[in-house]
Nanobody, 124 residues
């Protein structure tokens, strides 16, 4: 399975950050697959943002839930992240990742496949 992030590298404060993950090698509707967004701010650790599971249901990090939406386009085998009302604190490398187990997880160590990551900078 291969994952590739895409989207703008620069977003202005208060706007909505939108990223797309394009998946190849398997279907995003495959049973027991959990598709996550994860980020790493400069100088900090990895932070799980949320996932969309194979059935289409979603689960978000409670600390980001009010600003986060993850959706999918099964015809394109893609899933997307929208993070609203961004601030410079949302500047990070954003990754999409896959967990191929029977249960979802919010622990980044539990993810088996990762995209290469994309840098997003939020300007003030």
């Amino acid at each position: 399975v291969q994952l590739q992030e895409s989207g703008p590298g620069l977003v202005k404060s208060s706007q909505t950050l939108s990223l797309t993950c394009t998946v190849s090698g398997d279907s995003i509707t495959t049973n027991y697959y959990y598709w996550s967004w994860i980020r790493q701010p400069p100088g900090k650790g990895l932070e799980w943002i949320g996932y969309i599971r194979y059935s289409g249901t979603t689960y978000y990090n409670p600390s980001l839930k009010s600003r986060t939406s993850i959706s999918r386009d099964t015809s394109k085998n893609q899933f997307t992240l929208q993070l609203s009302s961004v601030t410079p604190e949302d500047t990070a490398v954003y990754y999409c990742a896959l967990r191929s187990r029977s249960l979802g997880s919010s622990f980044v160590k539990d993810y088996d496949y990762w995209g290469q990551g994309t840098q997003v900078t939020v300007s003030s």
